[in-house]
């Protein structure tokens, strides 16, 4: 699946207003994902979970930095996701269906923090290249 230029405009456009909020739509971003899809929290044994907890922000940081490592590298996101699919498949070995519940909740995240450029046609692409994002993560465990 490949992003058109129309879409690849809206992420990195967008990209632009999230980043300067990144950690806090990061943190946002997985206490959604831990409240409503409780079984992912199995791969955090060793954090605090609650809500604003250090290691969430910390974590959420990173996430969203790796989505922000997408962005910037539209042209190339596997070579830009790598490391972190090797990681999540051969050593953290993540079921892959969570990565399309983070997407899933990053998405709700951004609509709700951006409501006026979060447009259907936002929408449309952030949901297509976060399928992209969640194909590179995964395609280490074929």
């Known amino acids: 699946m490949s ?3 129309t879409e690849r405009t809206l992420i990195v456009s967008m990209w632009a207003k999230i ?3 990144a950690d806090t739509i990061g943190t ?7 409240l409503s899809y409780p079984q992912t929290k199995t791969y955090f044994p060793h954090f605090d979970l609650h809500p604003g907890s250090a ?4 974590h959420g940081s990173k996430v969203v930095a790796a989505v922000g490592d997408a962005a910037k590298n539209i042209d190339n996101i596997g070579a830009a996701l790598s490391k972190l699919s ?3 498949a051969y050593v953290l070995r993540v079921d892959p269906v969570n990565f399309k519940l983070l997407s899933h909740c990053l998405l709700v995240t951004l ?7 979060f447009t259907a046609e936002a929408h ?3 949901d ?10 995964t395609e280490k465990y074929r």
């Open 3 to 5: 992003l058109t230029k």
């Open 19 to 21: 980043s300067t909020q």
């Open 28 to 34: 946002e971003t997985l206490e959604r994902l831990f």
């Open 55 to 58: 290691q969430l922000h910390a």
């Open 86 to 88: 090797e990681l999540h």
């Open 111 to 117: 609509a709700a923090r951006f409501p006026a450029d």
């Open 124 to 126: 449309a692409a952030w």
């Open 128 to 137: 297509k290249f976060l399928s992209v994002v969640s194909s590179v993560l």
